[in-house]
Each structure stands twice: as C-alpha cells, then as structure tokens.
C-alpha cells in the first residue's frame, strides 16, 4: 500500500496501475487498495499542495494516477448484489475541474445498478436539469470541492424546482466543504461524506420515489 501512495504521489500512473493489478492478484480487498493505497496517496498531495509544497501540475500528475489506479479496482469495487433499476445524471458543479471524487461515486452508483450520465465536470445548472428531463433521470449528483463553488449546488435545486421536476428525482451532493447542514439549507435531498455511502443512500432514496 505504500508503495501505491509512494507511486501516486510521484504521479507515475503505469506502475500505480501495475502495483494495483497486482495487489488485486495477491487478494488484498479493493477497499484497502482504495482507502490505505490510493486515498492515503491524495491526502498526501492535498496537505502538500495547500501548504504551497508542491504546484498544480504535481497535482495534476497524482490525480491521473489516482483515475488510472481506481479504474482498475471499478469491477472489484462496484461489485455488489444488488442491482438497482434507475438512471442518474452526476457532474462537478459549475466552475469546478476537480473530479475525482465524483468519478468514484459514479463508480459507486454503477455497482448499485444505476445507469449513470457522466456529465464531466463544470457543469451548468441547466445541463443537470436538461439531462434530468430528457433522460428521465431519479437521482441527479452533485459534487464540489470548492467553498466557492458549492453554491452552485442551491443553483440545481433551485433549477429542478422551476423546470417543475423537483418531486420526481432526489438530489444527491457531496465533496469536501459539503455537510449535511449545507444540504439543508439548500434544500437538497441526501448529503453523505464518502462515495459508497453516497451508492447506498440514492437507492433508498429511488426506492422511496417508487413509493
Ligand atoms: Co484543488 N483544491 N484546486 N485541484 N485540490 C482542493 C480542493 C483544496 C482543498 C486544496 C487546498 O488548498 N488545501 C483547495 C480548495 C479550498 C477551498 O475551496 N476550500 C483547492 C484549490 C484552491 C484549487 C485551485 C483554486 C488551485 C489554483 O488553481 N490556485 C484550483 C481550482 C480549479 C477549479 O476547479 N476551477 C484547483 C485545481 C486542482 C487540480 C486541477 C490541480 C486537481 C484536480 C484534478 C482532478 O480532479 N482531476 C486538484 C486536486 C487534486 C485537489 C486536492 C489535492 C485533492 C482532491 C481530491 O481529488 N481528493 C484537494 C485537496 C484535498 O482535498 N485535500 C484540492 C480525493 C477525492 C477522492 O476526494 O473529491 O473530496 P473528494 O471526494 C470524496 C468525498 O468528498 C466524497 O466522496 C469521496 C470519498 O469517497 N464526495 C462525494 C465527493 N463528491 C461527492 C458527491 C456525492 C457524495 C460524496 O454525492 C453526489
């Protein structure tokens, strides 16, 4: 596992890949590899990178690495039993690149089930609704990672309420300044910290719409 976070924070993606292909093939569960490899990896950057230690390009590096590393462990980790039936539209809200986080929820989701639209990050508002409406979408995700972009979540709830779809589907956000209360305030439907539990939440909340 250190030898994973080691190589992610180097930014060097093949052998993250390489080093996570065969930490799969030695049996180690694919939540450690995520948690205690790739994670451990990022938090790494995140403390260097706000401490002015290392720039956006390293950032960038360890980031492509952490996508190459996760994509590896997708089929391990999104496989669940259970298969919801529903679709989702999931993005980084407007202003924001920051993707990884959201990149595993869908992850996530997709185990569950879902069909997931992945509509990339710096999302408008109206892209979410738009694709809600068109692709009759239950769970529209929102991710952010930024304090200054987190309003842009109030934005899609408000937007959902004007397009009149605001009790068909159940907004889901989330990403590092996010909390619960936030979510509240806006008038959001779920909050949850963690990618997985993100997964989980917007089944039952699908089920709940089924009623
Ligand atoms: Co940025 N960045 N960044 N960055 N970056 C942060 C977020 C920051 C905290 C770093 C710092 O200063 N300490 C800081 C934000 C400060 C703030 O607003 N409070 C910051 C800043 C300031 C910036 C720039 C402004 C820097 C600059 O240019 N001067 C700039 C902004 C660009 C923009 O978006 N417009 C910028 C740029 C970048 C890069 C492009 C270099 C790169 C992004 C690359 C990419 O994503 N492809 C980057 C990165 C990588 C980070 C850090 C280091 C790591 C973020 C990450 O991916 N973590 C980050 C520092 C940190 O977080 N410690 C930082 C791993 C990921 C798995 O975690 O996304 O939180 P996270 O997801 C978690 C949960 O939050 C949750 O699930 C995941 C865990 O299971 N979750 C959800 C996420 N979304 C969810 C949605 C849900 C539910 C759960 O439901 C829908």
Redesign the pocket.
């Known amino acids: 596992m250190e030898e994973i976070s080691g190589m992610l924070q180097k930014g060097r993606a093949k052998q993250v890949k390489e080093l996570v292909e065969q930490a799969i093939a030695e049996g180690i569960p694919a939540e450690d590899i995520l948690n205690k490899g790739l994670?451990a990896g990022?938090?790494v950057?995140?403390?260097k990178?706000?401490k002015n230690e290392i720039y956006?390009?390293e950032?960038?590096v360890?980031?492509?690495a952490?996508?190459w590393g996760s994509e590896v462990l997708k089929p391990y980790l999104a496989d669940s039993g259970f298969k919801a039936k529903g679709t989702a539209c999931?993005g980084?809200v407007k202003?924001?690149?920051?993707?990884?986080?959201?990149n595993?929820?869908k992850m996530?989701l997709e185990g569950k089930g879902f069909e997931v639209i992945d509509l990339g990050?710096?999302v408008p508002a109206e892209t979410f609704i738009s694709t809600a409406i068109e692709r009759n979408c239950s769970v529209i995700?929102?991710?952010?990672?930024?304090?200054?972009?987190m309003g842009a979540m109030k934005d899609v709830v408000e937007a959902a309420k004007s397009a009149g779809i605001r009790d068909k589907v159940k907004i889901?956000?989330?990403?590092?300044?996010?909390s619960r209360e936030y979510c509240e305030a806006i008038g959001a439907d779920?909050?949850?910290?963690?990618?997985?539990?993100?997964a989980n939440e917007a089944v039952k909340a699908i089920m709940s719409l089924a009623g």
């Open positions: 994670l990022m938090d950057i995140g403390e990178f706000s956006v390009p950032v960038l360890a980031a492509r952490m996508n999931i980084t202003g924001d690149l920051h993707d990884i986080g959201k595993l929820v996530m990050t710096d995700a929102c991710s952010a990672l930024l304090t200054t972009t889901l956000v989330g990403g590092a300044p996010v779920i909050y949850t910290s963690d990618a997985a539990s993100a």
